[in-house]
C-alpha cells in the first residue's frame, strides 16, 4: 500500500530556533495535511493544502506542498515550548474517499 | 467552536468481551472516518460512511463493524475483543459541502483489553 516517508523521526529543539521537517511518497497525493498530535489527545489540524506547489502559512508555521504532488514540508519558526509533540503529516489520493495515509510522525521534544 | 466529540474517552474490556465506540461529529458535518493508533503508531484507517452510507474500508478486521446514523453520529462495533485490539480509536469528521474539506479529529478512546 501506499506509504509516507516523515523524517526526521524525532528532533530537539532549543527555544527560539527554527525547525523544519518533511514527508515524501512514491505516490501522487490531491491533498497533504498536517497535523500536531499531543499526548493523549486527538490530531489537531495545523495546515491544509490543496494545490501543488501551493506554500500555506498559519502563524509561525509554514507548509509547501511540493510541485511533484509527492511530497511535503513544514516549518516552524522562532520554536517555543509548547511546540513540543508529535507532528504528522497525512495524504490523500486521487483513488480514495477522503481517507488519510499518515507518515510515522516526527516527535518535537525541548532540549535539556 | 464544536469539535469532534468521543465516548467513552477510556474504556477497559476483557479478552472475548464486546465494546462500543460512539462518535458525534461537528455540526453539518456529512463524514465519519474511524481510524486505530496502536502505541507509537501513526492512525491508520479502519472505515469511512459519507451520508449514513459506508464510504470506504480500510483495515478493520471482521470482527468489528460500524454504522452511521440518521443524526450523523456514529458508532463502532467491536467483538471478541482480542489484546492486540488494544489502541487510541479516534474518530474524524469532515464535510464534503464546498468542495475538499480537511478531517477534524476528536480526542479518540483508549480501549485497554485485559
Known amino acids: 500500500g501506499q506509504q509516507l516517508n516523515q523524517s526526521p523521526q524525532s528532533m530537539f529543539i532549543q527555544e527560539g530556533e527554527d525547525v523544519s521537517m518533511n514527508c515524501t511518497s512514491s505516490s501522487i497525493f490531491n491533498t497533504w495535511l498536517w497535523y500536531k498530535q499531543d499526548p493523549g489527545e486527538g490530531p489537531v489540524l495545523l495546515i491544509a493544502?490543496?494545490?501543488?506547489?501551493e506554500l500555506t502559512s498559519n502563524g509561525r508555521l509554514t507548509a509547501q506542498f511540493g510541485i511533484t504532488r509527492k511530497d511535503s514540508f513544514l516549518n516552524i519558526s522562532a520554536s517555543i515550548p509548547s511546540d513540543v509533540g508529535i507532528y504528522f503529516c497525512a495524504g490523500r489520493d486521487w483513488g480514495s474517499q477522503g481517507n488519510l495515509i499518515f507518515g510515522k510522525g516526527t516527535k518535537l521534544s525541548v532540549k535539556p | 467552536a464544536a469539535g469532534v466529540i468521543q465516548s467513552p474517552r477510556h474504556l477497559i474490556k476483557e479478552k472475548r468481551e464486546t465494546a462500543t465506540l460512539k462518535c458525534y461529529p461537528i455540526?453539518?458535518?456529512?463524514?465519519v472516518y474511524w481510524y486505530q493508533q496502536g502505541p507509537g503508531q501513526d492512525p491508520q484507517f479502519l472505515i469511512s460512511?459519507?451520508?449514513?452510507?459506508?464510504?470506504d474500508k480500510g483495515s478493520i478486521p471482521d470482527r468489528f463493524s460500524a454504522q452511521q446514523f440518521s443524526d450523523y453520529h456514529s458508532e463502532l462495533n467491536m467483538s471478541s475483543l482480542e489484546l492486540g485490539d488494544s489502541a487510541l480509536y479516534f474518530c474524524?469528521?469532515?464535510?464534503?459541502?464546498?468542495?475538499?474539506?480537511?478531517?477534524?479529529f476528536g480526542d479518540g478512546t483508549r480501549l485497554s483489553i485485559l
Open positions: 474524524a469528521s469532515s464535510t464534503r459541502t464546498g468542495g475538499d474539506q480537511p478531517q477534524h
Open positions: 460512511f459519507y451520508e449514513k452510507m459506508q464510504s
Open positions: 493544502l490543496y494545490k501543488a506547489g
Open positions: 455540526p453539518r458535518h456529512d463524514t
